[in-house]
């Protein structure tokens, strides 16, 4: 998909078993972030990039290892993000350079239906595509260096270009390498990733070939902080560079996939593809548990090192058809899932200390060893989906119906014994419907109804229920807006209506059942494109309402769901200077409302603002005339210390402290 005006987003997106759609034509609120943006912003990692939008909040620290998102208050980790459509392969264990990503598609709302079930772990408040890089028409040669306080220098180089009488063959590479002290106080990360992406274009078949690498070793991982149980409010927000943090913490990862697709033409109109994937990924990390015990700072520490491993395989393969019957035409589609994975996990803990938040103490370096880790899980899911697009007047109005029908086999093992624990096999329908009507050419409402779907809880020894297999979590949203293309800029007003259930217990029969319930309702406003020559917008607010909708005895029925604010605010903009051409000025705000760490609302995290900025200078390289850039952006520029959010009831965790990044990218 081609950038929109401005350069920031692209004019569509991928929607899984719909295929590519443009944003005009996506009865969803989609958001595709292109690689300009990922380089003009200087993101180290994904979370750089959804710091864009407002629908959207990083929901564990930055230097934690894994990636973990909400979108519209609900959990999305990085186990589930999709590569180039194919999900459960783009992260096991955070690939979080985005070397070799041309854009990042974020779409709002469940997509069970579209994309597939996620493996366990969440993703039903949306969904994150990366789409890879490929060789362009015109050949490419960029070397990047960059700095980004306190010591971290890197380099990146991005080389491709396409061969053949028809340029049919096309290589794009890119290689990163970044290394030293990050702006928090003792820490440092190195990070290496190699991306190399193979396509062949002919008449009427496409295929390609991407493989990936990433190694990440973090010293001083960044943690939660918890709220002990006699803690009654929040306590106020430490140094930002996080100094409590013990010293001997660390985070050691690697990880690797393939993904290989192709497509062919068979008739003008129909067209069949198939995709097969997988990515492995290992760590071994070291962290300390902290649990605060008063407002004065004081805490608990409990040293544990963890081993993990992470496999999961994935393919699809379908068809897309275009049909006329009569003055309706349709656009058919047929999908086939098939997701395996496996987890394994072995930890042990150390010997406990005690510090605190601001002035923290000295405390011994623990001796743990844990073996390489056995399985302890595994996962199984499969099935098929079919959707027909019917459009009339010229695509004026549209009408999609569809359905999946989802298989889903999961189990649990002993880690001591290999025994399975425990297990289920089960199977559920999720239907979706939408609608676009366009009464004005550049006008575009839209309506949805569709479904998401998380395995459910195979229920753990201290119940009497134990052993009992959940049925799957399903997930409702109704959603209706519009979308306006005012030529240079576009609009999205949505609002959307979301119910999901979670596990409560009952205290009289001792038993997990899956009879609770929340409720999230909210507006979403977004904005991208060029208001005027040299003048860019992006981002947007959320407002949201999150309630508990059914608890256990109705004790917190119409509460506010903890860890998610009422209102989210991400807005940007950069502007062309006049006085010297190829000068740019960026700014950014970053509001988010204060939100509860208790089920029972009666600790609230106060809100919080973080302004960004920067400027960019384009000018030709005396050598070749091609355009050197510079780039100079500074993050939290008040330094403002503040608890950022949170994924668990009574944990926190601090935002980032001020950031200086600088770069030069040259062209060859």
Known sequence: ????????????????????????????????????????????????????????????????????????????????????????????????????????????????????????????????????????????????????????????????????????????????????????????????????????RGERARASLDLGYEKNDVDVMTRFVVLGPALTSVPRPPDPTQKFQPTWGYWQGEGKYVLAGGEIDISDSLTAYAQIGAVRGTTQYQYSDITVTNLNGNFNGSPRLNRQFRDQDAAQAGFRAQIDTGSVHHAVNFNVTDTKGEVGILNTTGTAFASNLYNPMPNPVPQLFVAPPPKTSDHHLWGFGVADTMSILNDRIQFTAAVRQQYVVSRNFSAATGLQTGGYNTDAVTPAYALVVKPLENVSLYANYIEGLEAGTIVPDQFTNRGEVL????????????????????????????????????????????????RNRGIELNVFGEVTPGVRLLGGVMFIDARQAKTQGGTFDGYRSFSIPDTQLNLGGELDLPFVPGLTWTARGIYTGSFFVDQANTIAVPDWTRFDTGVRYTFAAPWNNKPIVVRFNVENVFNNAYWAGANTARYLYLGMPRTFLVSTTFNF
């Open 471 to 518: 049925s799957p979590y399903r997930t409702r949203q109704y959603e209706a807006g519009v979308k306006v293309d005012w030529g240079r800029i576009i609009t999205t007003a949505s609002a959307f209506d979301i119910t999901k259930p979670f596990q409560i217990t009952n205290t009289t029969t001792n038993t997990l059942t899956q009879g609770g319930e929340n």
């Open 1 to 200: 998909m081609p950038a929109y005006a401005g350069g920031q987003v692209a004019t569509g997106g991928q929607l899984g078993l719909l295929g590519n759609r443009s944003v005009m034509d996506t009865p969803f609120n989609q958001t595709s972030y292109t690689a300009q943006t990922v380089q003009d912003q200087q993101a180290r990692k994904l979370d750089d990039v959804l710091a864009n939008d407002p629908s959207v909040r990083a929901s564990v620290p930055r230097a934690y290892g894994f990636d973990f998102v909400t979108i519209r208050g609900f959990d999305v980790p990085s186990s589930a993000y999709g590569l180039n459509g194919l999900y459960g392969i783009a992260s096991a264990f955070s690939f979080s350079g985005l070397t070799g990503i041309e854009r990042v598609e974020v779409l709002k709302g469940p997509g069970a239906l579209l994309n597939g079930m996620p493996p366990p772990g969440g993703g039903v408040g949306g969904s994150v595509n990366l789409v890879t890089k490929r060789a362009t028409d015109t050949p490419i040669a960029q070397l990047t260096n960059s700095y980004s306080s306190r010591s971290s220098f890197g380099t990146h180089l991005d080389a491709g270009r396409r061969f053949g009488e028809q340029s049919e063959f096309g290589v794009r590479f890119n290689g990163a390498y970044r290394n030293g002290g990050t702006q928090l106080a003792n820490q440092s990360q190195e990070l290496g990733t190699a991306a190399l992406g193979l396509d062949y």
